[in-house]
């Protein structure tokens, strides 16, 4: 199956882990491919793993929080192929763990930076080419922490609830276009982003998902496929869970 042949994808933090996963659906799915990472090292690296597999693919080294990596990565993808089909806006940090009055505001305005500002930016950037076409699929990583609050990380939850708001307004005000808007609240998925967390931090976590495992990379990019997708035609401005049961609304 070959849902995005001909199609442009941008998935932000793509260097490795979740974001590289959904970069390898895609691509094996026919997308053309801008990745984006803060690392040059590391993106350089994901580029040469993807392209190894025989996928269309760019990078664009920057901080997503920064105004002018989401410009970059929006001008080398139009230079490259004229088009931006799907926006995956994955990029984000959780930051240091622990109760609210024990965190600096500097701790809070670091996350929210990347968080939130970087998903604000992208699609600021993307969407009014995305209307000049009538077309496109923007995916937000939120998280089941912005839904139900996971404490010692108020940050971490507090910006991942701001992404489902954004989503969902975000998705009211396109709703009459072309253009779906959806997040994705996964639960934990080993990752990288993970090793932040305390070995007590993990263990609460897992211990509250119902099929007490992690969610897997490949789980998260076959969802994230669908939603970037056409046939994610009558959704827009939703949240799907991947969450192992732990969602209850």
Not at 37 to 45: E, P, S, T, Y
């Amino acid at each position: 199956m070959r849902r995005f042949e001909n199609q442009v994808a941008i998935v932000t933090g793509a260097g490795s882990g979740i974001g590289l996963g959904i970069a390898e659906r895609l691509g094996n799915e026919g997308a053309r491919l801008l990745i984006t990472d803060i690392d040059g090292a590391v993106a350089d690296q994901a580029v040469a793993e993807l392209a190894a597999q025989g996928h269309a693919v760019l990078a664009v080294a920057g901080d997503s929080a920064e105004e002018t990596t989401a410009e970059r990565a929006i001008a080398q993808t139009l230079d490259a192929w004229g088009r931006i089909d799907v926006l995956i806006n994955n990029t984000g940090i959780i930051g240091n763990t622990a109760p609210l009055w024990e965190l600096p505001v500097s701790e809070l305005d670091r996350v929210y930076q990347v968080n939130l500002r970087g998903t604000y930016l992208f699609c600021q950037q993307a969407i009014p080419y995305m209307l000049d076409r009538d077309y496109g699929r923007i995916v937000n990583m939120a998280s089941i922490a912005g839904k139900e609050g996971n404490p010692n990380m108020v940050p971490y939850s507090a910006t991942k609830a701001a992404i489902i708001g954004l989503t969902k307004s975000l998705g009211k005000e396109l709703a009459e276009t072309g253009i779906r808007v959806n997040c994705l609240t996964p639960a934990v998925v080993r990752t990288p982003i993970w090793e932040q967390t305390t070995a007590t931090q993990m263990d609460m976590l897992l211990a509250r998902i119902p099929m007490k495992r992690s969610g897997e990379i490949s789980e998260v990019a076959a969802m994230v496929a669908w939603l970037a997708s056409a046939e994610c035609s009558f959704s827009t401005g939703a949240v799907f869970d991947l969450s192992g049961g732990r969602a209850t609304y």
